[in-house]
Nanobody, 119 residues
């Protein structure tokens, strides 16, 4: 089993910055990717950014140029630096990890951390 623990959420004014961190523990092997999703009230959970084991990144169009994802494979951590925050970035942010081969791959989620951007 894999456990993911997020930290770094909070309240910030529009234009400000926050940095989210996630630490993975447990049985860590064959990690394909780690990343961040977010879910605003009444909306579905959407990808914010992801990074593969080889360092390939993917960002939602709405955060490109503002958010940066980074990963430390040795420490099993992933971070999300969020700059120029907007009110529409307000959501619960979830750390995600995909592990395992092919169709046997499993997804793991953190408990979520609230990010609130005041306008």
């Amino acid at each position: 089993q894999v456990q993911l623990v997020e930290s770094g959420g909070g309240l910030v004014q529009a234009g400000g910055s926050l940095r989210l961190s996630c630490v993975a523990s447990g049985i860590i092997f064959g990690v394909n990717s780690m990343g961040w999703y977010r879910q605003a009230p009444g909306k579905q959970r959407d990808l914010v950014a992801s990074i593969t084991n080889g360092g390939i990144t993917n960002y939602a169009d709405s955060v490109k140029g503002r958010f940066t994802i980074a990963r430390d494979n040795a420490k099993n951590t992933v971070s999300l630096q969020m700059n120029s925050l907007k009110a529409e970035d307000t959501a619960v942010y979830y750390c995600h990890l995909n592990q395992g081969p092919g169709v046997l791959a499993r997804n793991y989620w953190g408990q979520g951390t609230q990010v609130t951007v005041s306008s």
